[in-house]
């Protein structure tokens, strides 16, 4: 078992870092490269297991795929030149990749079955699964500990001669851009349009490179709607750069803000508004941050670089629309609450609960054992900041946010902190030691994989 140990507290990190390549971004760049016709190569890719799982299940469905650690080069087959895998799709810990491969994999004449690993299975998936029937798909999954969800394994019979997935009109429950794109990917392979309403905007990826590629679709705040009438149905090759990873790079931010006499840039990192609620989360603590722009990466992703130097910071809320572009980051947040002066709100954050953990309560489990006064919520924390810090002995749960969160929280701690559990960390950020490391943390990574 890995394991990261940092004493604290650390002097002054500075330097310059990259950090892995946007991993959401990376899902779908490697699925729209698998599905067009001719070669792709796709830059920056991350190294991280979640995207590696996405390529392997495209390799089985018979795309030729050169993988290499940080690029891929893809021989798309088109939107229909997918072959019957010979046995299990393997998400891994990806629900990104089960999610919207369940909408792909909806539209064909061939079944399959999406397996992951024991945190997947746990995770709920009756939120793509109904829209998907309504429209025609044959899916299935299996029942589990909360009545009327379904759980992963998901069986997708294929559609036989004449059937076809329908039109479809949802308005969603929540904000989810993996419901919503699942169905968008869905309706690439229906008859009539697919139109989405969201309670707020998600992240917009999927519909920045389904345009970018030149497939019909518009939005409108949070209405989309894709409709192929009339359209080939095709899109050529592509040469796309992947822009660093917000979420990763969020637990940099976190580290430089809480650190005193900190001074870090993250580069090239993607900053695409519908991801950016971190960033504005910062700004309401009065963190001093400061951009470089650097023009459109992929599939016209904005990115630039991202300078963080420590001061001291007030405490901030953040919940409704600017919970949703920065559900992923909350654990970062909630670390550098718990320097800020005052009392830190998440609030509209139960989403998290269904996570590789319940990341509601595992992040006010690590801040209670680090000694920060915090309440649980069941849609979120309150984060009393600015007492002594000291360190824990603390375990991951599985989660590689929660594992980050709780490395950076050591950072500002007096003495040893030890996060037990850490082989997670590599589903988004290998090198997450290393990179804290660089900037001068004492960090250590121990252990057998």
Known sequence: MKRLRVRGPAKALRG????????????????FASLAEGRSTIHGLSAGLDNRST?????????????????????????FGLSMPRGDLDCGNSGTTMRLCAGLLAGQRFGVRLVGDESLTRRPMRRVVEPLRARGAHIAGRSGPKEGEVYPPLAIAPLVE???????????????????????????????????????????????????LGVPIQAVGPLVVLDPTGWDRRWPGFEWTVPGDISGAAFVFAAAAMVPGSDVTVEAVGLNPTRTGIVDALRAMQADLRFTPKGEMAGGEPAGDVRVVHR????????????????????????????????????????LRVKESDRVSTTAKVLEAFGVDVTELQDGLHVHGGAALHGAHVDSHGDHRIAMMAAVLGLVAEGETIVDDTECVATSFPDFAGTLASLGADVVEEGAG
């Open 16 to 31: 310059a870092v990259r950090v892995p390549g946007d991993k959401s971004i990376g899902h779908r760049a490697l699925m």
């Open 55 to 79: 390529a392997e299940l495209f390799r089985a469905l018979g795309v030729t795929m050169e993988l290499g650690d940080d690029y891929a080069i893809v021989d798309g087959v088109g939107l």
């Open 162 to 212: 004449g059937e076809e997935l329908v039109a479809l009109e949802y308005r969603s429950p929540i904000a989810s851009a993996q419901v919503k794109s699942c169905l968008l990917l869905s309706g690439l392979y229906a008859r009539g349009a697919t139109a989405i309403e969201e309670p707020v905007v998600s992240r917009d990826h999927t519909e920045r490179m389904l345009g970018a």
């Open 312 to 351: 001291p910071l007030a405490a901030a809320m953040t919940g409704g629309e600017m919970l949703t572009r920065m559900i992923d980051e909350v654990p970062a947040f909630s670390a550098i609450a718990a320097t800020a002066r005052g009392r830190s709100d998440v609030r509209d954050a139960e989403e």
